[in-house]
């Protein structure tokens, strides 16, 4: 059985943790996250690792350096997923970290490498990203840890739950000397299966804007209210979903979505009153996006009162851009290019790990091709080749670093 293949196989296995069966979905600390663990400790153990999990249900594996005192390359991805996912987003760069402490075949290191499993990046649960490398870096506060979900129970509940102590959350802080952080994880999208390549280095993760909109308009009847007399929400929101996707297209690599409508009364016979809307603005330029974000809710004012309707927002989330560190950067194209792959630069759209990694140590990250770009769905895949390669450029970039601290 070839690398690739094991790789995947391990992360099928995993996605059988499951809160609904039928689909993977696993949100922060449920219970399906106490057989991920258990699968995990034993392929870190058997590789030679020490395995812990900190207070924030982060499973830490450590594999030791040559000298006890070295400093430590920490590999990792997160564990949670999105409702009805699929099987890699995130998990493939947990296995792929242990697959790469497992080819070490027992060699020592200048550094010690630590693989770990991120608790929680997706947000679903709580509607805050990131709690786990949060914790790792040490941002995770007694604000996030009260917030609740949907049942009312907050962070620190479910760390408690989980059979963990919130009160000893700063103990996941990790303070020891620390080389970088690499993070395996699929692209998500087509750009590289366009290209026809296996990988891509990413060079920034672009900064992302959310905002709830709403157009309030007058709920009438449908049958009585004539055409030139209506205030109807819902019709300035489409207007506005569309000049949305247009001043979007015409400005390089920026991405808008609306993602989420809801109208109000809802009924098929009545005019809606008012409108609720997400935004969602990516661009790996903080200026280009806030100038964006600025320039269509403009838009949505301009509609609305030519409509006789008021357009208001609030903003969810300013997450700036993050550029991945130089030189690590530079060092993962050449262990591409000496894997015998192409050296391709690329941004990522989406949010990582990595960019809350990068607050305190230099970060890096390899994307592997999404086979049809398809992510956050069951048929999310990935090719056992390009596994073998993200691999291979992973062994090449241990032995740069190795080579750096002779």
Request: proline residues 3%.
């Amino acid at each position: 059985m070839g690398i690739g293949h094991e790789v995947i196989e391990r992360c099928r296995q995993l996605a059988k943790h499951t809160e609904e069966p039928g689909w993977i979905t696993r949100t922060f600390l449920s219970e399906p996250m106490h057989c991920v663990h258990a699968d995990l400790r034993v392929w870190m153990e058997n590789t030679g690792m020490s395995v812990q999990v900190d207070a924030a249900g982060n499973l830490r594996g450590y594999y030791q350096a040559a000298t006890a005192d070295a400093p430590r390359l920490i590999v990792g991805s997160h564990l949670d997923t999105v409702p009805h996912a699929g099987a890699f987003d995130g998990i493939l760069g947990v296995v792929l970290g242990v697959a790469l402490v497992k080819a070490l075949r027992g060699r020592r290191l200048r550094f010690g490498i630590e693989v770990v499993g991120f608790s929680e990046e997706e947000g679903v649960r709580f509607g805050l990203p990131f709690l786990g490398s949060r914790a790792l870096v040490g941002t995770l506060d007694d604000a996030m840890l009260a917030k609740r979900d949907a049942n009312g129970f907050s962070v620190a509940d479910a760390i408690r739950a989980f059979g963990l102590d919130p009160a000893t959350i700063s103990e996941a802080r990790d303070t020891g000397a620390i080389l970088g952080y690499l993070e395996f994880h699929i692209e998500q999208g087509p750009v590289l299966e366009s290209l026809h390549l296996p990988l891509g280095v990413v060079t920034a993760i672009a900064g992302q804007s959310r905002l709830d909109v709403k157009f309030e308009g007058k709920a009438n009847h449908a049958g009585t209210t004539p055409m030139h007399l209506r205030r109807d929400a819902l019709a300035g929101a489409a207007e506005w979903i569309g000049a949305v996707e247009r001043e979007a297209a015409a400005i390089p690599s920026l991405v808008a979505t609306v993602g989420r409508i809801e109208a109000q009364p809802g009924a098929g016979n009545v005019i809606a009153g008012s409108v609720h809307l997400s935004l969602d603005v990516r661009h790996t330029e903080d200026e280009m996006r806030t100038e964006a974000v600025k320039h269509l809710l403009g838009l949505a004012q301009q509609i609305a009162a030519r409509r006789g309707m008021s357009s208001s927002s609030e903003l969810r989330l300013d997450q700036a851009a993050v550029a991945m560190d130089a030189r690590l950067v530079e060092m993962l194209g050449c262990a591409a290019r000496a894997s015998g792959f192409a050296d391709q630069r690329m941004h990522s759209g989406a949010g990582h790990d990595a960019m809350i990694m990068a607050e305190r140590m230099p970060a890096a990250m390899l994307f592997l091709r999404t086979p049809g770009g398809i992510s956050h769905h069951p048929d999310e895949a990935v090719l056992e080749a390009d596994v073998a390669a993200a691999l291979a450029t992973g062994l090449s970039f241990v032995d740069q670093l190795e080579r750096a601290h002779a």
